[in-house]
């Protein structure tokens, strides 16, 4: 699979959980917990291929925009005032912009206040939501056994104090990333990165409309 796909596939079974939750299938919500994960993994490969010095603002303001649009239906749909996922990506994106911008000595400092900050605002998946992304971002090939030790610590820990067991599924994650195939990826069309953003707060709505109905 190239990227793409693999983007395509998160979306899919992001709207797969959605509908589970709805519908109180818990099955369907399983399928869910590799969507963020491969959405996260989407990202951090974005950032790699960054053009050297070029300002993050632009998606950052991107985020935050459909951020805002998707945030009454995201409550209305899930009965909850977390900030919803692209709030989640935006401050990611700020995390990594400082990481890369800090001295050596300073990363880990903007890490910690990366995942303190994700937690106190509230943002979807709290402080997961942050580290998830920067493991993903140091995936390199199928992962040396370090990293493999940090991936299931992070998602055990985030399906234990989060009280959502189903979130350890995460962890299986990476063996769908095994089939990436770097020499197949290719540059989204602008039809194709505008879809993605404009289709999150409409499904939202559509889903919310329906839980209201049923």
């Given at each position: 699979?190239?990227?793409?796909?693999?983007?395509?596939?998160?979306l899919i079974?992001?709207?797969?959980?959605?509908?589970?939750?709805?519908?109180?299938?818990?099955?369907?919500?399983?399928?869910g917990?590799?969507?963020f994960?491969?959405?996260?993994?989407?990202?951090?490969?974005?950032w790699?291929?960054?053009?050297?010095?070029?300002?993050?603002?632009?998606?950052?303001?991107r985020?935050?925009?459909f951020?805002?649009?998707?945030?009454?239906?995201?409550?209305i749909l899930?009965?909850?005032l977390?900030l919803?996922?692209?709030?989640?990506?935006?401050?990611?994106?700020?995390?990594?912009?400082?990481?890369?911008?800090?001295?050596?000595n300073?990363?880990?400092?903007?890490?910690i206040?990366?995942?303190?900050?994700?937690?106190l605002?509230?943002?979807?998946y709290?402080?997961y939501?942050?580290?998830?992304?920067?493991?993903?971002?140091?995936l390199?090939?199928?992962?040396?056994q370090?990293w493999w030790?940090s991936?299931?610590?992070?998602?055990?820990?985030?399906?234990?104090?989060s009280?959502?067991?189903?979130?350890v599924f995460?962890?299986l994650?990476?063996?769908?990333?095994?089939y990436?195939s770097?020499?197949?990826?290719?540059?989204p069309t602008?039809?194709?990165?505008?879809?993605?953003?404009?289709?999150?707060?409409?499904h939202l709505a559509?889903?919310?409309?329906?839980k209201t109905?049923?």
């Amino acid at each position: 699979m190239n990227q793409n796909k693999i983007k395509w596939l998160a979306l899919i079974l992001m709207v797969i959980d959605h509908i589970g939750f709805v519908v109180e299938a818990e099955p369907m919500r399983i399928f869910g917990r590799f969507s963020f994960p491969l959405f996260a993994w989407v990202l951090a490969q974005n950032w790699k291929r960054r053009k050297p010095n070029s300002s993050a603002k632009p998606l950052i303001t991107r985020l935050v925009l459909f951020g805002i649009i998707s945030q009454i239906p995201y409550i209305i749909l899930f009965n909850k005032l977390n900030l919803n996922i692209l709030i989640s990506f935006a401050l990611v994106v700020i995390t990594f912009t400082q990481i890369h911008k800090a001295q050596a000595n300073r990363k880990i400092v903007i890490v910690i206040l990366g995942l303190v900050a994700a937690q106190l605002w509230g943002v979807d998946y709290g402080w997961y939501a942050v580290a998830c992304p920067l493991l993903m971002l140091n995936l390199k090939g199928k992962g040396n056994q370090m990293w493999w030790i940090s991936w299931i610590l992070i998602n055990t820990i985030y399906a234990a104090t989060s009280g959502y067991f189903l979130q350890v599924f995460a962890i299986l994650t990476p063996l769908i990333l095994a089939y990436h195939s770097p020499a197949k990826d290719r540059k989204p069309t602008a039809i194709e990165k505008k879809f993605f953003y404009y289709f999150y707060p409409i499904h939202l709505a559509g889903l919310a409309a329906l839980k209201t109905i049923i």
